[in-house]
């Protein structure tokens, strides 16, 4: 394997999936502000996911309703506001 290729900042991080409230702990170096207290009392890093494998309509066989519209209202109000849509306009 190659030497200084992989991240140093390898640490404990729960990973909450917010739609069905379901949690797990794993080690990741992906960046975070968020913090929980886990099962065992201790403080971790919290990355919040929107859908993982305990509510992914593949894994569960269920279909669940996902907010697009809303995300794409969020995006357009958001991108309405950049130098880009000022130019578009013009």
Same mark, same amino acid.
């Given at each position: !394997?190659? @030497?200084?290729?992989? #991240?140093?900042?390898?640490? !404990?991080?729960v %990973? @909450?999936? %917010? *739609?069905?409230?379901?949690?797990? /702990?794993?080690? *990741?170096?992906t #960046?975070? =502000?968020?913090?929980?207290?886990?099962?065992?009392?201790?403080?971790?890093?919290?990355?919040? /996911?929107?859908? *993982?494998?305990?509510?992914? #309509?593949? $894994?569960?066989? +269920? !279909?669940? %309703?996902?907010?697009?519209?809303?995300?794409?209202?969020? $995006?357009?109000?958001? %991108?309405? +506001? *950049?130098?880009?849509?000022?130019? =578009?306009?013009?």
């Open positions: !394997m190659k @030497k200084d290729i992989h #991240p140093k900042e390898y640490r !404990m991080v %990973f @909450k999936d %917010f *739609s069905c409230d379901e949690a797990f /702990l794993t080690h *990741s170096c #960046p975070t =502000q968020d913090t929980i207290t886990w099962e065992d009392g201790k403080e971790y890093p919290l990355i919040k /996911l929107e859908i *993982s494998n305990k509510s992914h #309509p593949f $894994f569960t066989g +269920k !279909m669940k %309703f996902v907010d697009t519209a809303g995300r794409i209202d969020k $995006f357009n109000k958001k %991108f309405a +506001k *950049s130098k880009l849509a000022n130019k =578009q306009k013009a």
